[in-house]
């Protein structure tokens, strides 16, 4: 079988600063019993691929051109000359209509609200998906509710299905954790950044044998904080941040915008941190063993902070049910990923 993943232009398939679907696809390829005839195709300045199986999508760029259309464009003649027999297209429902016309055996893999993409905004947008799509896969059941609504059952029936990012399970020791509060993630007021800040510095200030890591940058948005206690590191390796969880206690993902999902809170997870959420979109589903923030503010993220702080019997007891509870591995989400496309592909 020969499988074709289709990246959205400008995500950036490096470990250079990755984007949540490139870290997903990078450990759910390695896992797969097809890695060896999976090619992934993209666009990027970074010399540094995550997986060898990469072709990057080279064309000129032209002022009045839409370099989309080029992007396809590149794409379908590279096709015309792999011929896969399944195609997978990542965040790009406005991608489908073009690719249609070359193999009909697509698989759309949906990462964002669809209400708030070109190609899935309407009713009749969601049917001519469904209408050419052999699947169409979700990171939560969060995002696939944004989908169905205002369809028919009868309209979706056995074309979706779930299937939740995933990481790496590495052996914790609780022993050895510090007492960090880790917040990884965009420094910008949708993550949340700014709540965080303002009542980690209350805690430090309370609480001085605790720390505080951040790691993340938002170019375009400064929201700056300083205390003794608080590291600020920017952007960091993936495999660093994964470290980071390993040693920090209490993990912070306090977003005010609908996480479709949540990486952050499911790596925090897997490392057998304590973790904080807003309740907010899938990261109930990321996180389901953490303390969840209805009403979030300054205050409700502190008073969170301070009672795992306070409450060892807590803050450990929740610890172990993440980590113990944790089964979102890269090989786990591979197999249910091959299942599907055994059945799409039946040889």
């Not at 990078?26 to 992934?40: E, F, P, R």
């Not at 989309?68 to 590149?74: A, E, I, M, V």
């Not at 000359?81 to 965040?91: A, T, V």
């Not at 996480?259 to 499911?266: D, H, K, W």
Request: include cysteine.
């Amino acid at each position: 079988m020969k499988i074709s993943i289709l990246l959205p232009f400008k995500e950036n398939f490096s470990p250079n600063y990755p984007g949540a679907v490139s870290i997903f696809l990078k450990g759910t390829i390695n896992h797969s019993k097809y890695n060896k005839n999976i090619i992934v195709f993209g666009n990027t300045n970074f010399k540094k691929k995550l997986i060898k199986n990469y072709i990057n999508l080279d064309f000129k760029k032209f002022f009045l051109k839409s370099n989309t259309k080029s992007y396809l464009g590149k794409f379908i003649e590279e096709e015309n000359r792999i011929k896969s027999n399944l195609i997978e297209i990542h965040n790009r429902p406005d991608y489908i209509n073009a690719i249609y016309k070359e193999n009909k055996n697509l698989v759309l893999y949906l990462h964002n609200n669809p209400q708030d993409m070109r190609g899935s905004y309407t009713v009749n947008n969601k049917l001519n998906l469904l209408k050419k799509t052999k699947k169409i896969i979700f990171n939560s059941k969060w995002t696939k509710n944004q989908f169905i609504y205002g369809l028919k059952k009868k309209d979706y029936l056995n074309k979706l299905k779930v299937i939740y990012q995933s990481t790496d399970k590495k052996k914790v020791s609780l022993k050895n954790k510090k007492k960090l509060i880790i917040f990884v993630g965009r420094l910008n007021k949708s993550k949340g950044y700014d709540i965080f800040g303002n009542a980690v510095i209350k805690i430090l200030d309370k609480y001085k044998d605790w720390k505080s890591i951040v790691i993340g940058d938002e170019p375009r948005e400064k929201i700056v904080f300083k205390h003794k206690n608080l590291h600020i590191f920017g952007f960091q390796k993936h495999k660093k941040v994964l470290n980071w969880f390993l040693k920090s206690q209490i993990a912070v993902v306090c977003s005010r915008w609908n996480e479709p999902f949540g990486r952050t809170a499911l790596e925090a997870s897997s490392r057998g941190c304590a973790v904080i959420i807003s309740k907010r979109g899938g990261l109930t589903e990321a996180a389901p063993y953490s303390i969840k923030i209805n009403n979030l503010t300054v205050n409700s993220v502190k008073l969170a902070i301070e009672k795992l702080i306070k409450n060892d019997l807590l803050r450990i007891k929740l610890q172990k049910q993440s980590y113990k509870n944790f089964y979102l591995t890269n090989g786990y989400i591979s197999k249910k990923i091959d299942n599907y496309r055994d059945k799409i592909i039946k040889f």
